[in-house]
């Protein structure tokens, strides 16, 4: 029986933070060895609001590195930039042509970074578009989406349902990856929000390559809710709560032991172990980092992604564009 696939992707814009390592990057890794696996770096996503030209190939690279060194092996899953594969504009375009305007307007991604925007790109409009041809290129299995990605799903649920229907059986239709374990990282000042690097507060948020002593003082400033108990209770103590999921995913730890290592000690202690915790799981990963980054090897890890990315691209657009009608010499 052949592997079911999976397909996901990260932007290059900003740091990748500790609740993209535990919310997605962590399952990227166990995935790969069940699963055929496409992990992309969708930088042609990153263009739909302004980007600096320089800053957006640093992050590229950036985000590409952490892949390796958070642990993708580029021999077993296919590790590839989005904009080196260029079906993936071509099958956006067609998709763009089957997606009504209603459909897009109804997008809350869309909604919220356009708010209060004097001007506003089309592509930040049309990207779901653009989503949809990055998921149904491959012929996904699954797909691992978060809260804020699921109207995505839905849209390319729906667009590769309509294809099938006009043109004739053609998509596979993608199911959500929803892992049965692992925490939905909040805000370190609002435990209401999700960890985000888009953040105007940096001490929201960890970055994966945020050094030892940053990630020392940002959770030691990080907010608790009153009383001083270490208990795990989202709805009474969402703050706290919060920190022990932290703590639980970067230690072997449950959230009971958890609970019961500081019963009667307060804030001070659990919050610098957690600190400790966090600042191990993360070190050997920047540790690779740097090496990955030194060693020269990622561009060539890049080119045999995009090699075989092509290969299964190239067999799709092909058999969508005769389905629609048009020739192909």
């Known amino acids: 029986m052949s592997k079911l696939r999976v397909l996901s992707g990260m932007q290059p814009s900003g740091q990748p933070t500790l609740g993209n ?11 790969q060895h069940t699963h055929d696996c496409y992990f992309m770096v969708v930088d042609m996503h990153a263009v739909t609001v302004p980007q600096d030209p320089a800053a957006l190939k640093e992050q590229t690279e950036s985000v590409t590195a952490l892949y390796l060194a958070a642990g993708l092996d580029p021999n077993v899953a296919t590790v590839f930039l989005q904009s080196t594969v260029h079906e993936h504009a071509e099958l956006g375009w067609l998709m763009t042509t089957l997606t009504n ?6 997008m809350t991604q869309f909604k919220d970074k356009s708010a209060g925007k004097d001007s506003v790109g089309a592509g930040l409009f049309t990207y779901p578009s653009l989503m949809v041809a990055d ?4 012929n996904a299995d699954l797909v691992p989406v978060g809260d804020d990605q699921k109207q995505h799903l839905e849209l390319t649920r729906d667009l590769a349902q309509r294809f099938n229907s006009r043109f004739g059986d053609t998509f596979t239709i993608p199911e959500p990856y929803i892992p049965k ?9 609002d435990a209401s929000k999700k960890m985000s690097k888009s953040s105007s507060n940096a001490g929201s948020y960890i970055a ?21 108990e270490v ?5 009474h103590k969402p703050e706290v709560s919060n920190l022990i999921s932290i703590y639980a995913e970067c230690s072997d730890k449950s959230i009971a032991e958890i609970e019961a290592q500081y019963e009667g000690q307060g804030y001070g202690p659990f919050k610098k172990d957690l600190a400790e915790a966090v600042v191990a799981t993360l070190e ?20 045999q992604g995009k090699e075989r990315a092509a290969v299964q691209a190239d067999a799709m657009l092909k058999q969508v564009k005769e389905k629609m009608g048009f020739i192909i010499l």
Do not use: H
Not at 101 to 106: D, F, K, Q, S, V
Not at 213 to 226: F, L, M, P
């Open 21 to 31: 390592y535990i919310g997605a990057l962590k399952n990227y890794v166990k995935l």
């Open 101 to 106: 305007m209603g459909e897009l307007e109804r």
């Open 135 to 138: 998921i149904l290129l491959y």
């Open 181 to 189: 374990v692992g925490a939905r990282i909040m805000s370190l000042d």
């Open 208 to 228: 994966m390559l945020d050094a030892p002593d940053v990630i020392r003082k940002k959770i030691s400033r990080a907010v608790t809710d009153s009383g001083r």
């Open 231 to 235: 208990k795990f209770d989202p709805q």
């Open 284 to 303: 050997p990963i920047q540790i690779r980092y740097n090496e990955i980054r030194q060693s020269g090897e990622l561009y060539e890890v890049l080119k």
